[in-house]
């Protein structure tokens, strides 16, 4: 028998793909998920279960999330980093990490194969390809879903008739859930103006009126949230579960796909949003005006890297040095409030704070400066648009 390791989620697609290779093809299955965040042991106990049900030899589960934390989630936050200033990257950014540790076992176990139930018209095929390719070239990539263009339809219908049970309502949603937040794709997001239903989100709304939480920051890394001290991952997971009683973090990401076509997601991802809106406000008290200027674009280009499937090329190891040397100044506490559907961001307190009163007050005082000073520094820094305009007014 030809040894076979499967990315496997328990989800729609990977349960095709494991009937299919197990009993349709002969293959000795070995379903491998990654724990990136967001999963209970019991979640993943019905993951292993549903796996051997499914007729695979053997089933790992690979708990990655310090790694994802350390590797990837980190510069996410540096850099603020909100695809088309909406989408935290939440599904695309754990792909990678999934992507590398599952190569590495199956290098492990000598496997002849490897698989993943992508479709031939989304984003996920070329992040697992990629890392596949590089890091791994010996081992031949199977893809059904994509090869045989199935539709979730035809995948139900085929478990059905292998005597395969699963919550077909909740399969008419693809829900992918990890640490930095939690995609739904159903009917609705394959349009351009249907909104996904209350129910598609996998948090609904528990709590009325509003709370105020503290995020506190050390070198641009969440330390603690109020008296709740942990790991940078464990206080994501902290926040989440505080801030996903109240529905927040909600929202529908429209955006370019690396095959070229517009694609449409939606997504829950509460302590994400509310993570990387606080720290950019610190940035903003603690950050000079060239470093926000700087970081700006550079965060672009290592999310839109990242979101592309670039992991792997050195240019995204030298923009993670640039954020991490930017965020020595950044500490200091953000106060937030929350409320139903949404937040607000209170203040921050930070001894590296530079809005500081000694040197003046925005629109109030200055006290670094004389007027006359003032008076020439404005003469003097108007100068070329006083030039430009005086020579070019002559030519009309």
């Known amino acids: 028998m030809k040894k076979l390791v499967l990315a496997y989620s328990g989800g729609l697609d990977t349960s095709y793909c494991a009937v299919h290779f197990s009993k349709d093809l002969g293959y000795e299955v070995h379903a491998v998920s990654v724990n990136t965040g967001g999963f209970t ?8 279960t549903k796996a051997y049900q499914m007729g695979v030899k053997a089933y790992k589960n690979i708990d990655a999330i310090e790694n994802y934390y350390q590797k990837v989630v980190k510069y996410l936050i540096y850099g603020n980093v909100l695809k088309n200033n909406t989408y935290p990257l939440s ?4 792909r990678i990490i999934q992507a590398i540790e599952i190569i590495e076992y199956a290098k492990k176990v000598n496997a002849d194969y490897i698989a993943h139930g992508s479709t031939g018209a989304g984003n996920d095929q070329v992040r697992f390809d990629l ?25 139900i219908e085929y478990l059905q008739s292998h005597g395969i049970e699963l919550s077909w309502t909740k399969a008419q949603y693809s829900v992918n859930k990890g640490l ?3 995609s739904v794709g159903g009917s609705e ?20 009126g509003s709370e105020k939480v503290t995020l506190i920051f050390s070198k641009g890394e969440l330390i603690a ?46 302590a994400a949003n509310i993570i990387i809106k606080a720290h950019h406000l610190l940035e903003k008290h603690t950050l000079t005006k060239w470093q926000l200027q700087h970081k700006d674009y550079m965060a672009n280009w290592y999310g839109t890297h990242l979101h592309e499937g670039l992991f792997l090329d050195p240019v995204m190891r030298d923009l993670e040095a640039f954020l991490e040397s930017s965020q020595q100044s950044v500490s200091g506490d953000v106060t937030v409030t929350l409320k139903p559907y949404h937040f607000t961001l209170d203040g921050i307190k930070s001894s590296h704070d530079l809005m500081k009163a000694d040197f ?35 030519k009309k």
């Open 41 to 48: 042991q019991t979640e993943i106990k019905e993951i292993e």
């Open 91 to 94: 599904v695309s950014a754990e």
């Open 131 to 155: 890392i596949f390719q590089a890091l791994a070239p010996e081992i031949e990539i199977i893809t059904p879903i994509r090869d045989q263009k199935l539709t979730r339809q035809q995948e």
């Open 360 to 394: 003046g007050s925005y629109g109030e005082e200055n006290k670094g400066w004389t007027a006359d000073e003032a008076k020439g520094f404005i003469k003097i820094y108007g100068n070329q648009t006083k030039i430009y305009q005086n020579v070019n007014s002559r």
């Open 225 to 270: 949230i109020n008296d709740f001290e942990g790991s940078p991952q464990a206080n994501i997971e902290y926040l989440n579960s505080i801030a996903s009683k109240y529905a927040i973090g909600r929202d529908i990401h429209v955006g370019d796909t690396i095959v070229g076509i517009k694609g449409r997601v939606g997504f829950e991802a509460a």
């Open 189 to 208: 997001t394959l349009t351009s103006s249907k909104p996904l239903p209350e129910e598609a989100y996998p948090s609904q709304l528990e709590k009325e």
């Open 180 to 182: 930095w937040g939690t």
